[in-house]
């Protein structure tokens, strides 16, 4: 069964180091998105990504992050200068559709744990 | 203000029970539902979606909708102990293109 797969799965860096955290959506999706999960709070919205361009960002999404789609299968997100308040387990997950258009909900990834020391 | 909201618990039952999990929304044009389960440590695995009002059936889960109450939930019957994780809603929100809207979570627990 394809799966969304991201690397690598725990990334440890310090604090106002670049951080870039892959992820290989399903081959035939076409909607891509970064979640974030800080321990122990929900899980939050940061992008979302389509046609090679950013769909929607939220407040969380400032200028300390960017995301790419190098390739065909990869799909990047960059964080320039790492905070400590960035420690979170990191989601990427795709859809094959927009969600908008109908039953095309989100595949998550299994996650990168990244922790800002 | 978009929010959804859950009873964080822990909820706990018994094996073979049926364990309700329910949430609420905040914005009345709201029409797209997702339950997820979440295992400590791993990401969030879709069980369902549900659009319309009623009732939704897929194996031993349900979803029910009720758009004027704003309100959903999932109910587990037959309860197994690979059940015991965290339960999230998500809602897709008007005018706010394909981002999910999570809720803090339940955490299930179920007793063999």
């Known amino acids: 069964e394809p799966e969304v797969t991201q690397t690598p799965s725990h990334q440890v860096t310090q604090m106002g180091q670049e951080v870039i955290l892959r992820c290989v959506p399903i081959s035939n999706h076409l909607y891509f998105y970064w979640y974030r999960q800080i321990l122990g709070q929900k899980v939050e919205f940061l992008v979302s990504f389509y046609n090679n361009e950013i769909s929607e960002k939220s407040e969380i999404f400032d200028d300390q992050f960017s995301v790419e789609r190098p390739d065909g299968s990869n799909f990047t997100l960059k964080i320039r200068s790492t905070k400590l308040e960035d420690s979170a387990m990191y989601f990427c997950?795709?859809?094959?559709?927009?969600?908008?258009?109908?039953?095309?909900?989100?595949?998550f990834g299994p996650g990168t744990r990244l922790t800002v020391t | 203000q978009k929010e959804v909201e859950q009873n964080s618990g822990p909820l706990s039952v018994p094996e073979g029970a049926i364990a309700s999990l329910n949430c609420t929304y905040s914005d009345r044009g709201s029409q797209s539902f997702f339950w997820y389960r979440q295992y400590s440590g791993k990401s969030p695995e879709l069980i369902m979606f549900i659009y319309s009002n009623g009732d939704k059936e897929d194996g031993r889960f349900t979803a029910q909708l009720n758009k004027a109450s704003q309100y959903v939930s999932l109910l587990i019957r037959d309860s197994q102990p690979s059940d015991s994780a965290t339960y999230l809603c998500?809602?897709?929100?008007?005018?706010?293109?394909?981002?999910?809207?999570f809720g803090t979570g339940t955490s299930l627990t179920v007793i063999p």
């Open positions: 998500a809602a897709l929100f008007p005018n706010t293109g394909n981002q999910f809207y």
């Open positions: 997950a795709s859809s094959e559709r927009s969600p908008r258009e109908g039953t095309y909900e989100q595949y």
